[in-house]
């Protein structure tokens, strides 16, 4: 049974490593599913502080990964409009996996920036352009997270 459970928890944080990229699998939450149920095989004990902790953590990174495009845009000068449409652009992103989820906040800033400012196209690109690197920026934050993660099963089952 225990190298049942430590197959399953490789798959899971390796889907959690590949969902931090890829927007189909939710990559933080698989991870630490996966630290979990390596827990309950004879080859890892985490702490019960070490699971809360890790929980919080991965939390807060997947929490970040919804905020992070939206402060992108509003930190690349992004009005209201743009801020809006960025995190419309993520919600409608959503429909069109995998492309969506990078173009939906690209496109909604863009497109808010240009209904409230229409004459001040290099405005909407800047805020455009900041959404996107948010989008790297969170999607980077996930990788860290779950490579961690896989480095904590590595470490357990060696």
Known sequence: MDIVLAVLAAVLVLGGFFGSVLPVLPGPPLSW???????????????????????????????????????GTKRFGGSRGGVIGSALGLVAGLFFLPIGIIAGPFLGALAGELIQHPKETRRALRSAAGSFI?????TGIKLT??????????KAVS
């Open 33 to 71: 599913v996966g630290l979990l149920v390596l827990h309950f095989s004879e080859y890892a004990a985490f702490s019960a502080g070490f699971l809360s902790i890790s929980f919080l953590v991965m939390a807060v990174v997947t929490a970040l990964d919804y905020f992070i495009p939206v402060w």
């Open 134 to 138: 948010g989008f790297l920026l969170s």
């Open 145 to 154: 997270f779950a490579g961690w993660a896989v480095w904590q099963y590595i």
